[in-house]
């Protein structure tokens, strides 16, 4: 069974450009979460899908980040206009409807330069 | 609000070893712990869990981990460590009930393991 999928595994970007994140949870998983590490610090939470609905977007930081989750499966994470603050490792999660462990994927890399 | 403290950003130790990775939080309501372990180049996986019942915890790969209440703490520790436990490992907690549910973890911990 494949896990977590993410894509691009890494991605380079000019201050200003939009880049778009991509996650395929584990089939048949509802809940899906994106994470965000920033260099050096705590893993953050940014949200929570349950199917195609936000549960919790919580930790987003700001209105340049915009999430989508089409017809309650793969899941996109677009940054808009991105910043060098925006630099990171993000990772995306799921876990089965009744709860239980989470899966991770292997995360993007994001270099805002 | 939740938070996790890892005490020791780096950990450096000879290979054979006994090894522990301290972990403390603090939290209003009741929690589930986690430890989840980041090799090289490869996501995170989950090591071993504290739900409830028995406050050892024993998880993938000898490491095990005690949930002290009194002292808010769930610390990782493995006997004899190799050299394929050099990782980065993260201690994570979530509220009761809410299994499954968002993380809140702490600034993690390097495991350097040598030879």
């Known amino acids: 069974e494949a896990g977590v999928t993410q894509f691009p595994s890494h991605s380079v970007i000019e201050k200003g450009q939009t880049v778009t994140l991509r996650c395929d949870p584990i089939?048949?998983?509802?809940?899906l979460y994106w994470y965000r590490r920033v260099m050096g610090k705590e893993i953050k939470f940014l949200l929570h899908?349950?199917?195609?609905?936000?549960?919790?977007e919580s930790g987003m930081p700001n209105n340049r980040f915009l999430a989508e989750r089409t017809g309650g499966t793969y899941s996109t994470l677009k940054v808009q206009p991105a910043e060098l603050e925006d630099s990171g490792v993000y990772f995306c999660?799921?876990?089965?409807?009744?709860?239980?462990?989470?899966?991770f994927g292997q995360g993007t890399r994001l270099t805002v330069v | 609000a939740q938070s996790v403290t890892q005490l020791d950003s780096q950990v450096p130790v000879f290979e054979e070893a006994p090894v522990e990775l301290r972990c403390n939080y603090s939290?209003?309501?009741?929690?589930?712990l986690f430890w989840y372990v980041q090799y090289p180049n490869q996501g995170l996986q989950l090591l071993l869990k504290?739900?409830?019942?028995?406050?050892l915890v024993k998880g993938i790969n000898g490491f095990e981990a005690e949930f002290n209440k009194s002292q808010t703490s769930f610390h990782l520790r493995k006997p004899s460590v190799h050299i394929s436990d050099t990782a980065e490992y993260f201690c994570?907690?979530?509220?009761?009930?809410?299994?499954?549910?968002?993380?809140?973890f702490g600034a993690g911990t390097i495991l350097r393991v040598k030879s």
């Open positions: 999660a799921s876990s089965p409807a009744a709860g239980g462990e989470a899966f």
């Open positions: 089939s048949g998983h509802d809940n």
């Open positions: 899908f349950v199917k195609e609905s936000k549960q919790d």
């Open positions: 939290s209003s309501v009741s929690v589930y």
């Open positions: 504290y739900l409830s019942g028995s406050t």
């Open positions: 994570a907690v979530s509220d009761v009930g809410l299994y499954g549910n968002k993380l809140v």
